[in-house]
């Protein structure tokens, strides 16, 4: 989505240059309205990576 808001991704880029940049980056996340966005990707990419990690050791996740 860089090319739907080229400014903010340049922003990004530059703030994880230095220490403290998750806390910057989410300042921006919220300046912007996107917070809510943010935690909706995050945590579907770390479900998706905990559920590729677990085939690849052939693990099995079961849901409470």
């Given at each position: 989505?860089?090319?739907e808001a080229?400014?903010?991704a340049r922003q990004v880029?530059?703030?994880?240059?230095?220490?403290g940049a998750y806390s910057r980056f989410k300042s921006i996340l919220v300046s912007n309205g996107l917070?809510?966005?943010w935690h909706e990707f995050e945590n579907e990419?770390?479900?998706?990576?905990i559920c590729e990690?677990?085939?690849a050791n052939k693990l099995s996740i079961s849901a409470k």
């Open positions: 989505k860089y090319s080229p400014d903010l880029e530059e703030i994880f240059q230095h220490s917070l809510e966005t990419r770390t479900s998706k990576a990690w677990c085939e």
